[in-house]
């Protein structure tokens, strides 16, 4: 597997504009995970799916932000309308996680991240 | 929710000293306690975990300890080397979302 696939790598946009993240996870992996990273926050989640549907969106930080999973190889993270303080490295992780019983938690894979800059 | 605090931020230490990262966690909740390393640039990957229902593990040079009762977690890097510099992070979860701590900056000095 090519692993957990992000897009754009980089992103650079103005105050205002629209960015749209993508991501394709590991094929079989039942969890993906947006997280935020910046250096005074360090890793921030701010939603996660399982089978495709949102289970905890509370990382969120405002209705500018906003994710969908329309089936199990695709995931978007859409900010409308950009600011400034949105810049940061956005990573798509995926893992697979044993049902409830049978012990074993799974390893959280990461994308290369998508770098945005707000100007 | 989960709330993780990480000691260290900063650690330089001289090639082949030992090295120790220390994590406290909120949730008593918490079984799944992973580290990963995150090189300049790099995304973080999965260098070792422990689960609840056991104290410590080995993998060659890296160990982590678990104390439950007093919720805190450790990672132990033995006989240091230039290519161990990274930022480090604990994690923990009960919940499949891991929550990380701030990450510590281990600089090994040649």
């Not at chain 1, 799916?49 to 930080?61: A, E, H, K, L, Y």
């Not at chain 2, 300049?40 to 410590?56: F, M, T, Y």
């Not at chain 2, 930022?87 to 990380?100: G, K, N, Q």
Request: with cysteine; net charge negative.
């Amino acid at each position: 597997d090519a692993g957990v696939i992000q897009s754009p790598r980089h992103e650079v946009t103005e105050m205002g504009q629209e960015v749209t993240l993508r991501c394709k996870p590991i094929s079989g992996h039942d969890y993906l995970f947006w997280y935020r990273q910046t250096m005074m926050r360090g890793l921030e989640l701010l939603i996660y799916f399982n089978n495709n549907v949102p289970i905890d969106d509370s990382g969120m930080p405002e209705d500018r932000f906003s994710a969908k999973m329309p089936n199990a190889s695709f995931s978007t993270l859409k900010i409308q309308p950009s600011e400034p303080r949105d810049s940061a490295v956005y990573f798509c992780a995926s893992s697979f996680w044993a049902k409830k019983g049978h012990g074993m938690a799974g390893e959280l894979f990461f994308g290369e991240g998508s770098r945005l800059t707000v100007l | 929710g989960e709330n993780v605090e990480q000691h260290p931020s900063t650690l330089s230490v001289q090639e082949g000293d030992s090295a120790v990262i220390k994590c406290t966690y909120s949730d008593s909740a918490s079984n799944y306690f992973p580290w990963y390393k995150q090189e300049l640039g790099k995304r973080p990957q999965l260098i070792i975990d422990i689960r609840s229902n056991v104290g410590e593990k080995k993998d060659q040079r890296i160990a982590v300890t678990l104390n439950k009762t007093a919720k805190h977690f450790s990672l132990h890097i033995t006989e240091t080397q230039p290519e161990d510099s990274a930022v480090y992070f604990c994690a923990a979860s009960e919940e499949r979302a891991l929550t990380f701590g701030s990450g510590t900056r281990l600089q090994v000095q040649p």
